[in-house]
């Protein structure tokens, strides 16, 4: 029985037990549900939920554990065996008997040990899964005998549901504290191998570095100045189109266009929003580059093959639909009366959007900016198809550049020492990049509570 299969039988009883809570209630009144605390719904929903979390925090803990507690049964099973060897043989080891392949020859004490593997797999995934019928069971039968006409049920409901609500918001918050510490952490073992005020202010970056002593390589250079500017042009230039386009369709859609116009307009402006960013990075890479550069020859610029304009250019058409849908839903819930008020002193709907409307507006407005910001700053696959992955120190948008998120991906591509500075360096990378696009939305979130104005 797989996983997903229990998973299921668990969601039939849930629903079984809720039918037998709900049947019940009205059992014990007699159909009258007056007489009943709470409805019938909610006896059915708490005795099917109470019935169903056993049984799911079984196999939660089952999914957890089950490669832990397999690998320390075999290297039990394998004796003295498993004790002379290194950690990384080991490691091979398991995963031979995990994933073995018949062959011509197999060996006799392999063998053995895959036979061991699969039994004791089976009988573990039987003794936790059937451990999760019995306690959903378990917990639905004694729930369902408890319930009586008297019983706040609804309250009880409300009280699983606030529980189960907290649990999740406190996972949320322990991932991204642990992201945080994750990226602080390999930063410090980076900043111990290559000082702080290199990375931030020098202006080298060649993170290719010899892995042993006795290997021949660089010693890497590790100024991350040109992977700070690339990423502030590509994003300028992308700001620089987005922003004004965005800004004044979501004008238009809010306050100019007809319901019919904007009926379709919008959901066709948005789809922009649903397009993979790599089709982006095609597009970028096979039409507009390619694009640019025969126009930058025919009026006698060189410009190379891969840009930071044709990057910013294509990026900007990604963010479009962000900064317009997030405006025009600010500008839509400026108050009706803000608008009649101005009409009705004389002002046209020009001057009533411009005087009125938009300075009624700006703090969400500047919010959909800032976001936009930190959504160009944080793509990738536009840079690495249309911008290249040199290193390049320069402002000119018409030279090859790359960017922060390009150079994390390079530097965790295959195989890599995570003890050596340039595997390290991706992590201060991300943490810089962190640092910023927290800034960004700190900026955000401090403009909309400054300026921000209520109205009744």
Sequence with gaps: ?????????????????????????????????????????????????????????ILAI?????????????????????ANLASFELTNLL???????????????????????????????????????????????????????????????????????????VIAVITTIGIVFSLLFESI???????????????????????????VGSSGAFGAVPLFLGTMLITAIAMFIA???????????????????????????????????????????????????????AIGLEIASESALAAGIVMAAMIIPLISSLSDDVISVVPKSLREGS???????????????????????????LLATSRAIGETMIVV????MAANLTINPLEAVTTVTVQIVTLLTGDQEFASAKTLSAFALGLALFITTLALNAFALYIVRKYREEYD
């Design 1 to 57: 029985m797989g996983t997903f299969s229990l998973f299921l039988i668990l969601i039939l009883l849930m629903i079984i037990f809720f039918v037998l809570g709900k049947n019940k209630s009205l059992l014990m009144v007699k159909s009258n549900i007056r007489n009943l605390h709470s409805r019938p719904v909610h006896y059915g929903y708490s005795v099917g939920i109470n019935s169903f979390i056993p049984g799911f925090c």
């Design 62 to 82: 089952w999914m957890l554990s089950e490669g832990y507690i397999i690998d320390k049964l075999l290297i039990s099973h394998l004796g003295e065996k498993s």
């Design 243 to 297: 922003g004004p386009i965005g800004l004044m369709s979501a004008i238009y859609m809010a306050e100019f266009a007809s319901d019919r116009i904007r009926n379709i307009a919008k959901p066709l402006l948005e789809i922009l929003a649903g397009i993979p960013t790599v089709v982006y990075g095609f597009i970028a890479a096979l039409v507009v580059a390619p694009f640019i550069r025969n126009v930058g020859e």
């Design 385 to 388: 198809m249309a911008a290249g």
């Design 343 to 369: 009409l009705g002193l004389g002002a046209t709907k020009t001057e009533t959007t411009i005087k009125v409307i938009l300075p009624s507006a700006l703090p969400g407005i500047v919010g959909a900016l």
């Design 95 to 169: 995963n031979s008997i995990k994933e073995y392949f018949e062959s011509a020859n197999p060996d006799p004490e392999l063998l053995r040990h895959v036979e061991y593997y699969i039994t004791t797999s089976e009988r573990i995934a039987w003794t936790f899964f059937l451990s999760a019928i019995a306690a959903c069971c378990f917990s639905g039968f004694r729930t369902l005998n408890n319930i009586k006409p008297d019983i706040n049920s609804r309250n009880n409901l409300e009280f699983i549901i606030k529980i189960v609500l907290v649990i999740f918001s």
């Design 189 to 215: 073992r980076f900043f111990d191998q290559i000082s702080i005020t290199e990375f931030v202010f020098g202006t080298q970056w060649s993170p290719q570095t010899a892995i042993r002593i006795d290997q």
